[in-house]
């Protein structure tokens, strides 16, 4: 079974540039989430989705990032413009369904570098 | 706000010594609980899982945990730890939302 693919693996970018991850999770999962994780933290919910709609996104600073999963599929996380504090591992997870019951499978991250 | 800590951020074993990590919660209502780790170079991966039941949770790779209410605490542990355990630890939780602790980094000397 192929895990969560997740694309570039690498970003470096210079602040009030734009950036966009991209998430395949595995086949058949309805939820996806993606996770923030700054160096010396623990992942942090941005985002997680229901087939295309949007469960929790509270923790997302709609002001520069935006993230959709327009087919209930592949799904893009954007950040414009960047900030230096946006450096981190970006995550992407998808479950079978949402709730605890179901686990978590994790993708590799993109590490982002802003300068 | 509901949280999940980690005290211990760096722990250094010698193989075969014992291992306990501890992470605790502060939220009431429905406990999930977890324990991930992600191995040097690889994928965030799940240890081990706490809803009902039984306290005492025993996940892969020989690692069990122990859900104690009266101290909001899930301690992880392992009885004789291998070389291969190093790995960075994380304790996860929530009523409505994943929220992790900071994680623990565990090197285990040979």
């Known amino acids: 079974e192929a895990g969560v693919a997740q694309s570039p693996r690498y970003k470096i970018i210079e602040k009030r540039q734009s950036v966009a991850f991209w998430c395949n999770p595995i086949?058949?999962?309805?939820?996806l989430y993606w996770y923030q994780q700054i160096l010396g933290q623990g992942p942090k919910l941005l985002i997680q989705?229901?087939?295309?709609?949007?469960?929790?996104d509270s923790q997302l600073p709609k002001d520069r990032f935006s993230a959709e999963r327009l087919k209930g599929v592949d799904s893009t996380l954007k950040i414009q413009p960047a900030k230096l504090e946006d450096s981190a591992v970006y995550l992407c997870?998808?479950?079978?369904?949402?709730?605890?019951?179901?686990?978590?499978?994790f993708g590799p991250g993109t590490r982002l570098t802003v300068l | 706000a509901q949280s999940v800590s980690q005290h211990n951020h760096h722990v250094i074993l010698s193989e075969a010594a014992s291992l306990e990590l501890g992470c605790n919660y502060s939220?009431?209502?429905?406990?999930?609980l977890f324990w991930y780790v992600q191995y040097p170079g690889q994928h965030l991966q799940l240890l081990l899982k706490?809803?009902?039941?039984?306290?005492l949770v025993k996940g892969i790779k020989g690692f069990e945990a122990e859900f104690i209410k009266s101290k909001f605490s899930f301690n992880l542990r392992k009885p004789s730890v291998q070389w291969s355990d190093t790995a960075e630890y994380f304790c996860?939780?929530?009523?409505?939302?994943?929220?992790f602790g900071t994680g623990t980094r565990l090197k285990v000397l040979a």
């Open positions: 939220y009431g209502g429905t406990v999930n």
């Open positions: 996860a939780g929530g009523t409505y939302k994943y929220i």
């Open positions: 086949s058949g999962h309805a939820t």
């Open positions: 989705f229901q087939n295309n709609g949007v469960v929790d």
């Open positions: 997870a998808s479950s079978l369904s949402g709730g605890f019951l179901n686990e978590q499978f």
């Open positions: 706490y809803f009902s039941g039984d306290p």
